[in-house]
T-cell receptor, first 116, second 113 residues
Framework: SAVISQKPSRDICQRGTSLTIQCQVD?????MFWYRQQPGQSLTLIAT?????????ESGFVIDKFPISRPNLTFSTLTVSNMSPEDSSIYLC?????????????FGPGTRLLVL | QKEVEQNSGPLSVPEGAIASLNCTYS??????FFWYRQYSGKSPELIMF????GDKEDGRFTAQLNKASQYVSLLIRDSQPSDSATYLC?????????????FGKGTLLTVNP
């Protein structure tokens, strides 16, 4: 499986500010995904980021709030804009991969965000 | 709205017992199903996948799938304290052009020494 890193690993931010989270993969992947995991909850997909095209956002998530970049096949960023305490969460990137011939997803270590 | 349901637990079993984790899903067209393990403060890690009806075994783990009942389960034999974690069921969404997974809320498993 791919080795995935995220920066920062955690941050504490003030409301109204923005934070950009980076996701780096050690191999080229077509599809990268951004998830949010709020305390005690499961993973909610924010958007899918394919290189060379606009990110595809899930219902309830908009580009103005969560702009995403995907400049190449090994890197993506997610920005959490104009933050409020409700944005406190773990943000995870994942990449498509395969286990044998089964397509699946592998996750980065996550970014723990606290908004005050 | 495609849904994946799991008992949130906590499920508590003694060391050496069999832990049984269950999951139901609403998307009848789904073909692939995954179990992820998430330790507290860590990210999910894939432990098993299954796509055919029946059982699939991998070491102490057995995944079971019944597409007619839209039910998938994970059995952990000879449970160890190191198995204590949240287990997430994920279902591949059918249709659409992008490969996507829908996750359940997870079941917290505690294995008591």
């Amino acid at each position: 499986s791919a080795v995935i890193s995220q920066k920062p690993s955690r941050d504490i931010c003030q409301r109204g500010t923005s934070l950009t989270i980076q996701c780096q993969v050690d191999s080229q992947v077509t599809m990268m995904f951004w998830y949010r995991q709020q305390p005690g909850q499961s993973l909610t997909l924010i958007a899918t980021a394919n290189q060379g095209s606009e990110a595809t956002y899930e219902s309830g998530f908009v580009i103005d709030k969560f702009p995403i970049s995907r400049p190449n096949l090994t890197f993506s960023t997610l920005t959490v804009s104009n933050m409020s305490p409700e944005d406190s969460s773990i943000y995870l990137c994942s990449v498509e991969g395969s286990r044998g011939f089964q397509e699946t997803q592998y996750f980065g270590p996550g970014t723990r965000l606290l908004v005050l | 709205q495609k849904e994946v349901e799991q008992n949130s637990g906590p499920l508590s079993v003694p060391e050496g017992a069999i832990a049984s984790l269950n999951c139901t899903y609403s998307d009848r067209g789904s073909q692939s199903f995954f179990w992820y393990r998430q330790y507290s403060g860590k990210s999910p890690e894939l432990i098993m996948f299954i796509y055919s009806n029946g059982d699939k075994e991998d070491g102490r783990f057995t995944a079971q799938l019944n597409k007619a009942s839209q039910y998938v389960s994970l059995l952990i034999r000879d449970s160890q304290p190191s198995d204590s974690a949240t287990y997430l069921c994920a279902v591949e969404n059918s249709g659409g052009s992008n490969y996507k997974l829908t996750f359940g809320k997870g079941t917290l498993l505690t294995v008591n020494p």
